[in-house]
C-alpha cells in the first residue's frame, strides 16, 4: 500500500447530498487524486457508518475519509477500516467512542439550527412510523448555507436530504482518531454547529486544525478550494 496515493471518500451530512461536494471533487481530481462521493443514507449512525465502512473497505488501497457535519461522526465510526490511513473532518461533529451527538452537542449552547428544525414521519417495516428532520426552508439560508448565493441556496433548501431523529441519540462504537491521523477544518460563522462543538472534537481528537473565518456550515460549497487544501494536505501526509 506504502507509496501510493489514497483515493478520498467524502461523506456528506444531513441536509445535503453527495452533490455538495461538487467544488471540492472538481480540486482534487484537478490534482490527479482520486475521489468517490457516495450517498449517505441518512438513516442511523450505526448502519450509516457500516454503509461507509462497506464502501470503503472495497477500495483498492489506502482510503482518507472525509466526513463533513454528521458525516463527521460516521468517519469517526467507518475509519476503523483497516485500509483508512486518515480522517479529515470538514465543520463536522467528532465524536468519542460510546457518545452520542445529542450529547456531544448538549454541553455548548444550541445553535439556531436546533430551532429550525422541521418534523417529518416515514413508514418503518413492521413498526410505527419514524421521525425525520429537515431545516425549515425559510431558515436553511441563513442557517445553513449563509455565505452561498441566494439564487442557489433556494435551490438547496428544497433539495434537502432529511436525517432520520434516531441518529442523534446513538452512540458511537469506535473512535477512529484514537489510531489514525486527522485533520479538521472549524468553520467560524458556523450556524448550523456551533464552532466551538467543532473546536473541541477537534483538539480532543489531536487534529491539525484550520480555521476558516466567515465560513458558514456549507464551507465545502462556498470554499471548495480551502476544503480540498486540507484534504491534499491529509493525502501528502498518509501517502
Known sequence: MSGSTPTVVLVHGAFADAASWSGVVAELQSH?????APPNPLRGLASDAAYVAAITSQIDGPVVLVGHSYGGALITVAGTAENVVGLVYVAAYVLEEGESLGELQGRFPDSPLVSNLKQWTYPVEGGEDATEVTIAADAFPSVFA????????KVLAVTQRPL???????????????????????????RAIN????RFGAKRAGATTVEIEG????????RPAAVADLIREAVRATA
Open 32 to 36: 490527479g487524486i482520486p475521489v468517490v
Open 146 to 153: 449563509a455565505d452561498v448565493p441566494a439564487d442557489v441556496t
Open 215 to 222: 465560513a458558514s456550515h456549507a464551507v465545502a460549497v462556498s
Open 195 to 198: 464552532p466551538e462543538v467543532e
Open 164 to 190: 432520520a431523529a434516531g441518529a442523534f441519540t446513538e452512540q458511537a462504537s469506535a473512535a477512529a482518531w484514537r489510531t489514525k491521523p486527522s485533520w479538521a477544518l472549524v468553520a467560524t460563522a458556523d
